[in-house]
């Protein structure tokens, strides 16, 4: 779209959001799940459109963000012990485990490769081979199919040094926690996860829990036209599911994705930072993918990891506080050196304030 | 500085940011500074040598060694003639420093040093002295290269981040971001097709059009690893005033947006390596684009911002949808090796 056509249909928005909003006597809180709209939001400087009886909160869709330190520990534990290479996408390489991260693990000697995309852990597993390669599986219901699709390829190629480290995680449960919460009036759902999983499926949302939800785009209009959505329904008292991404999102998702990640996958019970053990809420490998499975395959020892009780990460996470809220922020946790997860993951909200500050 | 990096450098010690910051004030400044190292600049003037000298470093270990638009050989001439051209001086002698892998290809070698010399021959420097080591395969990756700059100051103006006042405009020298992403889609990780090449040129040619402003021009830099986003932050870190940029003033090519996108890298913050940023007085923007003018060199130049008395120290944007935001100083190891 034209630069200029964009901003004049985004003050036209903004407007009808202010006017919506004014008709509102309480001030609304809204939830935007996904952490790349939390991104999108500060760094189009969204935030500092909106009138001040809106408030925006960051919910728990950063797949990085919502990942155990231990699991960090489990990975250079595992590592260390099997003399494996980690394969990982970028963000996790800062994230801090109880002693150190997957960057300082591998200033000490330790093999750590960054790939952009899963299938590309088959090409750096052949070329360490018979040295284990394992993948860090992290992400929700967007980055699992092509996880899945890699091991179909590896089965296939007959690949014998590649495993996954899961820790995947399904927004349907969480989900279901925060919207028990009070003072959540409402969800800006994600689009890149409701391409696989639909638009369709979030209707728990509106009908158990009496709140709206909106799938949106990660273009600055797509959110506006979703918030707007949001104000409106919930000024009307007239909770649904609305499709604002429709382009992308069909009401049934992608049954091929979801197909190949049940082939590959089963329900399980998952530990969210900030929310704790959800039942149903990950995933664990079939029978008869079992053999990728780094935990089972290579046995090692965990400590319980602590996290800095002065880290919010969890509360933040949940959207009942913000960074600018937290002590360390800005001050002991910063991009370089990070407490907590939030604040290294590009997705992350903490990461979001800081670099793309309101002003 | 060691509490988190378990006592060891990190990547992202030289990711040109924040962190390499603090390496050089806490193990480096405080063994080695005796006056002149202090403010760090990318460039010093000799003093006590009778004219003024210029005087600059810089090492080169990008990967891929070969990548759209240059390679590590034209890229050493290229970046120490530009820290020495943004400080005022045209470039004329160099040295060159060649650290080599066992096992390079010669083939390799020969065609680095060939854009070494067409590269030199182009910005009107010397190469004039040197050295070669060769260390065993393992303990480099195929060429490290370090050039030494000498030039001399072609003007009376001190450019200096003190001379900088509210009001004044801030400029670029052409679309942002195509260095940095050039190399990271030239690495072997992806595998993705974009009509991109690095901008990797020696800048004198605009450094010397835009010292024709005399007083009114105040600063330049050229805005290489940390993009323009670490350029405009240490403007408003070393003035303390404010830096407002508007969004869409900002040129930047349309295949480093679509490239940026899908990387997640912002543009703003991706390594450029034939631009200059310039402050210039209050109303000579303008006057500054015009000598800039057809300029080859300066495509897409324009006006992005002023300094302001609000918001001291922080680059403030404005989107482009009207919002604004903070532009933050880019830190860690955002783009490793990509100079």
New interface residues.
Partial sequence: MI?NQ??QA??ALVREIKDLAGKHAKRVRFMEVCGTHTMAI????????FPDNIGLVSGPGCPVCVTEKHFIDHAILLAKKYDATVVTFGDL??V?GS??SL??W???GGSVR???SPL?SIEVALSQAPRPAIFLGVGFETTIPTVAATLKTALARGVENLFVLPAFKTIHQPLKILAEQQDLDGFLLPGHVSAIIGSDCYRYLSEDFGKPGVIAGFE??DILLAVRDLVRMTLEKSPAILNDYPRVVRPLGNPVARHIINEVFEPADASWRGLGIIPGSGLAFRESFAKFDAAARFPVDVPESKDDPRCLCAAILTGSKTPDRCGLFGKEC????PVGPCMVS?EGTCAAY?????? | MT????G?????HGGG???TG?LIRDVILPRLDRGALGPLPDSVVLNGLGSSIAYTTDSFVVSPLFFPGGNIGSLSVHGTCNDLACSGARPLFLSLGLILEEGLPLEQLDSIVASIAAAADDAGVQIVTGDTKVVPKGSADGIFINTSGIGKLETGVRLSPSRIGEGDEVLVSGPVGNHGMAVMLSRA??SFDFDLKSDSASVWPLAARLLELGEGLKFLRDPTRGGIAATLNEIAASTGKGVRVIE?SIPVDESVAAAAEI??IDPFQAANEGKIVAVVGKGLGSKALELLGDSPLARDAAVIGEITAT?PS?V???????????M?EP???LLPRIC
Avoid: C, W
């Fill in positions: 630069r964009e901003q985004a003050q500060h760094a189009t400087g969204l935030k500092s459109l390489v800062r801090p002693t150190g960057a300082s591998r200033s000490e960054v790939v952009y590309d600055p209009l910063t991009p370089e050196e590009s800081y670099k793309y500050g309101a002003v | 509490k988190k990096t378990n060891r450098v990190l990547l992202g940011g924040k962190m603090r990780e992806f869409t990387l997640g918001n922080k403030v944007m404005i989107t482009r949808i009207g919002g604004s935001r903070i933050a830190s860690g190891e």
